[in-house]
């Protein structure tokens, strides 16, 4: 009965704890690179899933350029911009966009891809070096929080983040869901993976949840950062 499922969660965390000992920092530039470089998508964007998490986040920064006089955002930020696929897609909401990967071959190639579209400024830095090109009436971290291995560095990006969004400003966060075992563990609000993520950026005395949305395997959170 209940000692079956308390028993996978210890065992989730003591899996969660281990990686954290043997991998104490964030993902590094090299592997980043060494993923780009080994296939073009790495990370599937034409998935279905991927596909359907894209269309469901750009609609929400769809209504927030519909509240504005021009139709559209001013000043925004991608996290982890990879290839370009979402980037292409901002470009069009924003006025001015930045995308950030801490992978250069990733942002040549986003480069690449949106060479026609104007607006697009292009920066090797991780979500804390971004501040410097600040401030961003929104910023948009999609399937990148989860890259990050400790949980400070984890806090870290999340205060940086909420630091450089104006006051009224939003930020749209896409994490992978993982198992019910970790995302449901009392644990999961110290070592956060897949939604628990979400609900530990949420959880920023700044911050509001506006929106919470799931699809298959995606959680899709809105904020807004107190005025």
């Not at 989730?12 to 530039?29: D, E, G, K």
């Not at 080994?38 to 509240?67: F, H, K, M, N, T």
């Not at 060479?115 to 090797?124: A, C, F, P």
């Not at 979500?127 to 400070?152: F, T």
Request: glycine share 8%.
């Amino acid at each position: 009965g209940a000692r079956f499922p308390s028993l996978r969660s210890v065992g989730y965390l003591l899996l969660s704890l281990r990686a954290i000992v043997r991998h104490p920092t964030s993902r590094s530039v090299q592997e980043f690179d060494g993923e780009f470089e080994a296939s073009r998508d790495p990370w599937g964007y034409d998935r279905p899933d991927q596909v359907q998490r894209i269309q469901v986040a750009l609609a929400e920064i769809d209504r927030l350029a519909a509240s504005r006089p021009d139709g559209t955002v001013e000043s925004a930020l991608e996290i982890g911009c990879a290839e370009g696929v979402v980037t292409e897609l901002l470009a069009q909401r924003c006025r001015r966009l930045v995308a950030v990967d801490l992978s250069s071959v990733a942002l040549a190639r986003c480069q690449e891809r949106c060479r026609d579209l104007k607006g697009i400024e292009y920066r090797q830095s991780d979500a804390v070096g971004a501040a410097a090109w600040g401030p961003y009436e929104l910023v948009v971290a999609m399937d990148v929080l989860e890259c990050i291995r400790s949980p400070s560095d984890l806090r870290r990006a999340r205060d940086a983040i909420v630091g450089m969004l104006l006051p009224g400003g939003h930020l749209v966060v896409t994490t992978t869901r993982q198992h019910p075992v970790p995302e449901t563990a009392w644990w999961g609000r110290w070592i956060p993976v897949g939604a628990r993520i979400n609900e530990f950026v949420g959880r920023h005395p700044r911050l509001e949840t506006v929106r919470e949305l799931t699809t298959g395997i995606h959680a899709i959170s809105l904020y807004r950062k107190a005025a």
